[in-house]
């Protein structure tokens, strides 16, 4: 059986959690690593405190997060609808007693609009963030339309500049 990188992970971190046993791999590089939660979102929907505990034991310093409300739908790239209703500081409060840190999460296109953007900017303050990650962008076939994507994305990156933030953008 051949597993993918999310599968391997799910099951080492499954693993790691039920075997209660001390596994730190990452430590032995001597660097600070993140997790990307999304890989491994069925387990942190169902134990978050859990999870964030075995990944910590794995040896990762910090972990990286979706917005939970931008991913509580569910469509199988999201799967976080359990955790949409924590608050942020709960959430902050989360990974601080897990013995990590966080410093970035994805966000949905969509929720950098108009009439959603306070509130994601308002869960990443929250949350702790220094940087709100654009996951994805409307699709895009000419060269004017990736110009109004780039014009928006640095209209987007100096609101959130300018709540004390930076943007990234997470290519695929």
Request: a neutral charge; charged letters at 20%.
């Amino acid at each position: 059986m051949r597993l993918d990188r999310r599968q391997f992970l799910q099951e080492m971190l499954a693993a790691s959690a039920i075997a209660g046993l001390p596994c730190q791999p990452a430590r032995a590089l001597e660097v600070p690593l993140a997790f990307q939660l999304h890989a491994v979102r069925g387990l942190a929907a169902k134990d978050f405190p859990g999870t964030l505990r075995a990944i910590a034991r794995l040896g990762y310093n910090e972990v990286e997060l979706v917005s939970f409300p931008g991913y509580a739908s569910p469509a199988p790239r999201d799967g976080f609808a359990a955790l949409a209703p924590m608050s942020p500081r709960a959430v902050r409060d989360t990974i601080e007693d897990a013995g990590l840190t966080v410093s970035s999460a994805h966000f949905k296109y969509e929720q950098f609009d108009d009439t959603r953007i306070r509130n994601s900017v308002a869960w990443a303050h929250g949350v702790g963030l220094q940087y709100m990650t654009v996951a994805d962008l409307p699709a895009a076939s000419t060269l004017d339309e990736w110009k109004r994507h780039t014009d928006s994305l640095n209209t987007l990156g100096e609101r959130v500049r300018n709540e004390g933030m930076r943007l990234a953008l997470h290519t695929q």
